[in-house]
């Protein structure tokens, strides 16, 4: 626990340097090296450790997070550190100012240890895309660490930080938490500034923790929230309480609406009183013919153990998971295309299209098919409609149900080096999708392990028409939107026609799973509340 371990640091029972050189002194073994977590180093972090002690021993204030050590994917920016999206095309870009999470752990004395890997420029879920090399999962270096905030999720694994900031576009934090076991928070889209990160999609990407419990992010989130001048998209932080608010969540009717319209209701709910009664609804998805059907077991026995020790009622529900897939990664494809523009050797870096990997490749090629102009609107527009469609069903969902509970990912971690189709890797991303369409907070907290063995017969049956929202079949007749990805040149979308997905078999192992848990927009101590049960 972060909390206690900042009590000792703050009363002299550990000093900040000591916690310094111990995770310092992991890092330089073989051991970690194999693991390929840490690109650059700080050189400054024993000196501002050493003033941390300093003003300990002189009893003078110091920060929330007094010589707490943190990893930093290396997609947002510190000052006169490289900052390379894992790229080529970034190798020698030293960032010229703090992001603004930089700036407010700066503020509370946590130390920067380094920038840590991750596959390139967040273009992956395995984090085997990385010019750097692939990194490895602490918990079996024969296995994916997942991706794209691999280097993030591994270092928290292999206890070489306290904690460690990543990025989140449809899963880039809780997929790789999932894989590594340990906890990852997806806050709401606006809670968090995203001033400093190179985000390669505007309306989805979000910053946020990876720690060892629910407890040390939220202790790591209230940090790191609240309103940014420097961007537009963020607000005032919303109310807290967690379970106590939510029986007056459920009268203010403010579950799954958009940032915008909570920002109204927010002085109502700040000025009332909680209610004493915490009984909660689970929305507990009915995933077996997206996952493993041991995982979803697994998923369903945990949720329904937990509800029965908190009088907690459970109802089954649905999300629209055939459509997210598709809707995401058309979007995805678009803003990054134009997002990479300013790549080109004269402005950042060297020219991205002729030094990238094959995956940041097929997505600038993907979007560039889209928006050509003989396709204005055909994609990108009914895309939109997709979207807004998922989040009215968002809203539906949590006009009944206070949380959502689904797995983080499908399937566990494959073997590093193994030949997955684009439309497999893709696919990993299916039940984390949604919460970046609508914007809504989500957590991945590990769940437990399971034999290799037991993918047999899950994830071979699925048939990616239905896990992926395939063009033939995906029409949106409740979206006002038309079809969407229809036409036979949408397969440049997952590189070719839509096959039966197999799960690759290997040697028996056991391998860790997750579970998710979505709430309404800014309802994080919420989904803290919920999760602690869980761990607890």
């Excluded at 009590?7 to 002194?25: E, R, T, W």
């Excluded at 058309?330 to 002729?354: M, P, W």
Aim: with cysteine.
């Amino acid at each position: 626990m972060l909390k206690q371990k900042i009590q000792k640091i703050k009363s002299g029972k550990l000093k900040a340097v000591d916690n310094l050189m111990q995770f310092s002194k992991k890092i330089a073994t073989p051991k970690t090296k194999k693991l390929n977590i840490f690109l650059h180093l700080n050189k400054n972090a024993i000196e501002q450790a050493k003033e941390i002690d300093k003003r300990i021993k002189q009893k003078k204030q110091t920060g929330k997070l007094a010589g707490l050590c943190f990893a930093v994917k290396s997609n947002i920016c510190v000052k006169n550190l490289t900052t390379n999206c894992g790229s080529k095309v970034l190798e020698n870009f030293v960032a010229p100012f703090n992001a603004t999470v930089i700036n407010k752990l700066k503020t509370e004395d946590a130390i920067i240890l380094g920038m840590i890997n991750m596959d390139e420029f967040a273009c992956g879920a395995s984090g085997e895309t990385s010019a750097f090399g692939p990194t490895r999962n602490p918990t079996d270096p024969q296995l994916i660490p997942g991706g794209s905030s691999s280097g993030s999720a591994a270092a928290v694994a292999a206890d070489l930080c306290d904690f460690a900031l990543g990025s989140d576009t449809g899963g880039s934090i809780r997929n790789p938490a999932s894989h590594c076991n340990v906890v990852g928070l997806k806050p709401t889209y606006g809670s968090v500034s995203r001033y400093g990160l190179i985000d390669m999609t505007m309306s989805f990407d979000q910053i946020g923790p990876l720690t060892k419990t629910p407890e040390d992010a939220q202790l790591i989130f209230n940090i790191i929230k609240g309103q940014d001048n420097f961007d537009t998209t963020t607000g005032p932080s919303e109310q807290e309480g967690g379970l106590d608010y939510i029986n007056l969540r459920r009268t203010q009717r403010v579950g799954g609406r958009d940032p915008q319209d909570l920002q109204t209701i927010t002085p109502k709910i700040n000025n009332a009183k909680p209610h004493p009664n915490k009984k909660l609804t689970i929305g507990l998805v009915n995933t077996e013919k997206f996952c493993s059907k041991q995982i979803s077991e697994i998923i369903k026995q945990k949720t329904h153990k937990i509800a029965e020790q908190n009088n907690w009622k459970i109802k089954s529900v649905n999300l629209p998971l055939d459509i997210a897939l598709e809707t995401y990664y058309i979007i995805v494809y678009t803003e990054f295309f134009s997002a990479t523009r300013k790549f080109d050797s004269r402005r950042f870096g060297i020219e991205i299209d002729k030094f990238s990997g094959p995956e940041v490749i097929r997505r600038i090629i993907g979007g560039k098919e889209i928006t050509q102009e003989e396709f204005a609107g055909k994609y990108y527009r009914h895309a939109l409609k997709a979207k807004n469609y998922i989040k009215e069903q968002f809203e539906k969902i949590f006009k009944e149900v206070d949380i959502i509970i689904l797995p983080t990912v499908p399937k566990p971690p494959h073997k590093i080096g193994d030949s997955l189709s684009v439309q497999e890797m893709y696919a990993y991303d299916i039940f984390t999708t949604p919460a970046n369409i609508s914007g809504i907070p989500a957590i991945s907290i590990p769940a437990g392990e399971i034999e290799e063995d037991f993918q047999k017969g899950g994830l071979d049956n699925i048939n990616l028409r239905k896990a992926q929202g395939a063009r033939k079949n995906f029409t949106l007749n409740n979206a006002k939107g038309g079809r969407v990805g229809k036409d036979s040149k949408s397969k440049i979308f997952y590189g070719g026609d839509l096959q039966n997905l197999q799960t690759k078999k290997t040697e028996q192992t056991r391998k860790p799973i997750s579970l998710q848990i979505m709430a309404p927009h800014f309802q994080e101590d919420l989904i803290f509340s919920v999760a602690n049960k869980f761990i607890n």
